[in-house]
C-alpha cells in the first residue's frame, strides 16, 4: 500500500421538490428534480509536512421562493420591485481544484490553488427596461445559458509565536486569504440588448480576507480583528441601452 497516496470517491443524491402556492389554492410552481453529485478528492503526500491536491464536484444552485414566485414585491432598502420567475431552472456547477499545502508546524498554514468552476443555467437578476415609475426599478430573474470562472487563492495562517518575548504576542496568529477569479457569462440566443462580454452577476473580480487572532487558553478568551474587501460586482444585469449594474 502506498500510504503517500489517498483516494476519496463517492456521489450524493438529491431530490428536491419545489412546490408554490398562490394566496387563491391556485398551484403556481410544481417541479421535482433528482441531482446525482459526484465528487473525488485525490491527495499525494509529499512529505509529513507537504500534499498535493486535486479535487472535482459537482453541486448545484436551486431558485429561492422569492425567485420564482410570479408578482412583484417591493424592496424598500433600494426602492426597487422585485419579480420572480416561475420557469427558472436549477444551476449546476461542475468544481476542479488543485491545491498544494505546506503545514510548517501544527498551528501554521501555506496553501496555494488554481481553481475553475463551469456554470450551467447560472440564474442571475436582470433589469426590466420601460417598467417602473416614482424613481424605482424593476428586476426580474433568468438562467443564462453557460458561465466559467478560473482563479487562484493563497492562504497563510502564521502563528506569532518566538517571535518576541510577550505572552500576548505569542497567543495571537495572523491569517491571510486572498483571490483572483475571472469569470465570464454566455448569453445564450434569448440574450438580446446585453453586454456579450461581462462577468457573471454577484461574482468580484477578487476577494481579500485578514485576520488577527488572540486566543488565550488560561482565560479562555478569544479576540480577533478582521479586515475584508471584495472588488465591485454586477448587481443586477443591464439590457436595452441600461448598462450593468454593478
Known sequence: ????????????????????????????????????????????????????????????????????????????????????????????????????????????????????????????????PGSGSGGTRNFTFKNADLATSYGAELEVKKSLKKFTKSKLINDMSAVVNASYIISKVELGPDAVGQNPNRPMMGQSPYIINAGIYYDNDKHKMQVSVLYNVIGKRIFAVGTFGTPDIY
Open 1 to 128: 500500500i502506498n500510504t503517500k497516496v489517498r483516494l476519496v470517491w463517492g456521489a450524493r443524491v438529491e431530490s428536491n421538490n419545489v412546490t408554490l402556492t398562490s394566496s387563491t389554492g391556485q398551484t403556481v410552481v410544481d417541479t421535482t428534480n433528482i441531482d446525482i453529485l459526484p465528487s473525488v478528492n485525490f491527495t499525494y503526500a509529499i512529505n509529513e509536512k507537504a500534499n498535493l491536491r486535486l479535487a472535482y464536484s459537482k453541486t448545484v444552485s436551486r431558485p429561492e421562493f422569492r425567485e420564482l414566485a410570479p408578482f412583484g414585491y417591493y424592496d424598500f432598502t433600494r426602492n426597487t420591485v422585485l419579480y420572480g420567475n416561475d420557469s427558472l431552472m436549477n444551476a449546476s456547477i461542475d468544481n476542479v481544484d488543485l491545491r498544494f499545502e505546506l503545514y510548517p508546524t501544527k498551528e501554521e498554514l501555506i496553501s496555494f490553488g488554481i481553481f475553475y468552476k463551469r456554470f450551467t443555467n447560472p440564474i442571475e437578476m436582470f433589469f426590466l
